[in-house]
């Protein structure tokens, strides 16, 4: 593991991602069973959006009542769930089955109440071709119309043995077209053995890293360009979001790959 690559707990209640490399973006996991409940409030300078990987929930916030969130099995077998708790907001999740979520953060200024994103509400399709092929499902994106912050949210099923995010890009604001925006995956793998590679560099900052991608583990991209692979063999699976200067999106190509931007839609 090294600062931009690390595991995420697996212990019941909220596993919190405490060290890491982005300034702006935060990340917890809440694993509950049946009939637990989980309680906390939103810090008054940040924003949630709950992500049901897995399992049925209860979501009280704000005031409001959210019945029977979530009902996919796993991130593999549908469209998530979501519910986006705003700064300042109490929250209550009571599991109706065993539940496991993902709970994305990021700076906010806004005041607005809780709501929910739908399965129904999410924008899926397929960026790519060829042996880079992989499905997304945007969850919380501009301009969908529903207000945030700074968040940008989706998620990501790359097949077996096939290449995501292609070509490898980065977004640090450093032409027009760039956005300025921190990024982190947070990755599940169809199998317990099952893997993926991921590489991040960036010949500016004198580095170049590959991880082995295991289940349940978080790459934390403040800046660099990176790309991820999945072994043939083990569907993998990522969280993506995104916080910065603004909720446009835009990135810049490594421009010794970025040619096949001609043949393959970006993501």
């Known amino acids: 593991m090294s600062k931009h690559y690390l595991a995420v707990g697996s212990a019941s209640?909220?596993?919190?991602?405490?060290?890491?490399?982005?300034?702006?973006?935060?990340?917890?996991?809440?694993?509950?069973?049946?009939?637990?409940?989980?309680?906390?409030?939103?810090?008054?300078?940040?924003?949630?959006?709950?992500?049901?990987?897995s399992g049925t929930?209860?979501?009280?916030?704000g005031g409001k009542v959210f019945e029977r969130v979530g009902k996919r099995p796993n991130v593999f077998a549908g469209a998530p769930h979501s519910v986006y708790l705003?700064?300042?907001?109490?929250f209550t999740v009571t599991a109706s089955t065993r539940v496991d979520a993902a709970l994305p953060s990021g700076p906010s200024s806004l005041d607005v109440?809780?709501?929910?994103?739908?399965?129904?509400?999410?924008?899926?399709?397929?960026?790519?071709?060829?042996?880079?092929?992989?499905?997304?499902?945007?969850?919380?994106?501009?301009?969908?119309?529903?207000p945030a912050s700074s968040l940008i949210v989706g998620e990501t099923i790359t097949p077996s043995g096939n290449w995501s995010t292609y070509p490898p890009h980065k977004h640090e604001g450093t032409?027009?077209?760039?956005?300025?925006?921190?990024?982190?995956?947070?990755?599940r793998v169809a199998s317990p053995e099952g893997f993926g590679i991921a590489r991040h560099y960036s010949p500016e900052r004198n580095?170049?890293?590959?991880h082995?991608?295991?289940?349940?583990?978080?790459?934390?991209?403040?800046?660099?360009?990176?790309?991820?692979?999945a072994a043939p063999g083990y569907a993998s699976y990522y969280?993506?979001?995104?916080?910065?200067?603004?909720?446009?999106?835009?990135?810049?190509?490594?421009?010794?790959?970025?040619?096949?931007?001609?043949?393959v839609g970006m993501a």
């Open 175 to 187: 032409s027009a077209d760039e956005a300025n925006h921190e990024e982190m995956y947070y990755f």
């Open 239 to 263: 969280l993506w979001f995104l916080a910065g200067d603004g909720r446009k999106q835009g990135v810049a190509l490594d421009p010794q790959h970025g040619w096949t931007q001609k043949v």
């Open 13 to 53: 209640g909220l596993n919190a991602l405490e060290a890491h490399s982005c300034e702006q973006l935060g990340f917890s996991r809440l694993l509950l069973g049946p009939g637990e409940s989980y309680s906390a409030s939103v810090p008054s300078d940040r924003e949630i959006v709950l992500v049901m990987l």
């Open 113 to 146: 109440a809780p709501y929910e994103i739908r399965p129904e509400d999410v924008n899926a399709g397929q960026w790519g071709t060829l042996n880079y092929t992989r499905r997304f499902r945007e969850i919380l994106v501009q301009p969908d119309g529903r």
């Open 212 to 229: 082995v991608v295991r289940d349940n583990t978080l790459l934390s991209i403040p800046y660099g360009y990176h790309t991820y692979a």
């Open 57 to 61: 929930a209860r979501v009280e916030a």
């Open 86 to 90: 705003p700064r300042g907001c109490s």
């Open 207 to 210: 580095f170049d890293d590959t």
